[in-house]
């Protein structure tokens, strides 16, 4: 199946959801997985290396010695899929020079952020005994993905997760202004993207309208706090509980339409409201199946195993509940 991460959440941008790994990479032990940081140590080193070379062409050359050579299997995937070259590396630390300099501090706290991580993957192998978990690496690209997969596993653009109350903002488009995010949000997302890579939903005509969708992200952020005790989209739940009872007349008009452009990956267009509302009302119906079930492994299953949207969204039993204010 195709695999993709996908987000433009406000924080967890341009990943991918992923449907599972293959073969012989099946891991189902926590205690196995290899939380990858050399790349970003090594980014570092080609970024000192490169930061007093005014010839574009030799700081290329560095970064292509120093850091995409030296490279991790995440690293090859993440050039493959988002970075592309050294040279465009390089243009986009030329077009950002202040950003890409401040970022530093925040990138390398994530080699101290092991334990949380492989912790929140013990608690899903609890509750869901037939997880697999894939390795995961933390690279430094160009501001164009939070997250992806690869053959290699969970790919997390570290870069993108740079922000502070002191972040320089004015190289920075609009899009990235509204998605970047803060480095502790870091083991919440790796937390996300691993449900999405436990995941198994077919390609059903309603998978495909903005329910489907809608489940396939709200779930994830159902699971990884359960597994985290962190939601990475902590602002959508404050907005949602004085907002639920107009969120559901609006969302019941579009559930069944194949157009997600006003509730999901919508950073940039939503003006009125917060974006990717639709993480929200999937979240709502997942943890609405979550706490009636008597089961909740089985319950667990069925989250990640959803075969027929509609079938699932009534069985939760979620919609009289929208007088609760979404608490």
């Not at 990475?232 to 997600?260: Q, S």
Request: proline residues 4%.
């Amino acid at each position: 199946m195709k695999r993709t991460i996908a987000h433009t959440i406000s924080i967890l941008f341009i990943s991918t959801i992923s449907f599972g790994q293959s073969g012989s990479q099946l891991n189902h032990d926590p205690a196995h997985v290899k939380f990858v940081t050399s790349d970003i140590g090594n980014f570092w080193r080609a970024y000192d290396l490169a930061a007093n070379e005014t010839d574009k062409s030799k700081r290329i050359a560095i970064f292509q010695a120093e850091y995409l050579d030296k490279g991790s299997p995440g690293l090859k995937d993440f050039v493959r899929l988002r970075i592309k070259s050294a040279a465009n590396l390089v243009s986009a630390i030329d077009r950002m020079p202040k950003y890409y300099a401040s970022i530093r501090p925040q990138t390398l706290q994530v080699q101290r952020m092991e334990k949380r991580m492989r912790s929140a993957f013990e608690k899903f192998k609890l509750i869901y005994p037939d997880a697999v978990f894939p390795d995961v690496y933390f690279l430094i690209g160009v501001t164009s993905s939070g997250g992806t997969t690869g053959p290699s596993g969970l790919l997390i653009g570290t870069e993108m997760y740079g922000k502070t109350p002191k972040t320089p903002m004015d190289e920075l488009s609009d899009w990235l202004r509204m998605v970047l995010s803060t480095v502790d949000n870091v083991p919440a997302i790796v937390a996300h993207e691993s449900c999405h890579y436990n995941q198994h939903y077919n390609s059903a005509p309603d998978q495909r309208h903005l329910l489907g969708k809608s489940l396939q992200e709200g779930s994830c952020d159902t699971i990884g706090e359960l597994i985290s005790g962190r939601n990475i989209n902590e602002h959508l739940k404050v907005y949602g509980k004085t907002h639920v009872a107009e969120i559901w007349r609006d969302f019941e008009v579009d559930m069944y339409k194949p157009d997600f452009s006003k509730w999901v990956y919508n950073a940039v267009t939503a003006k009125d409201r917060p974006a990717d509302l639709g993480y929200y009302v999937g979240y709502l119906i997942t943890r609405a199946y979550y706490r009636k079930a008597k089961d909740k492994r089985q319950a667990i299953h069925d989250i990640l195993n959803i075969q027929d949207a509609r079938a699932f969204y009534e069985a939760s039993g979620v919609r009289p509940a929208a007088s609760e204010k979404g608490k």
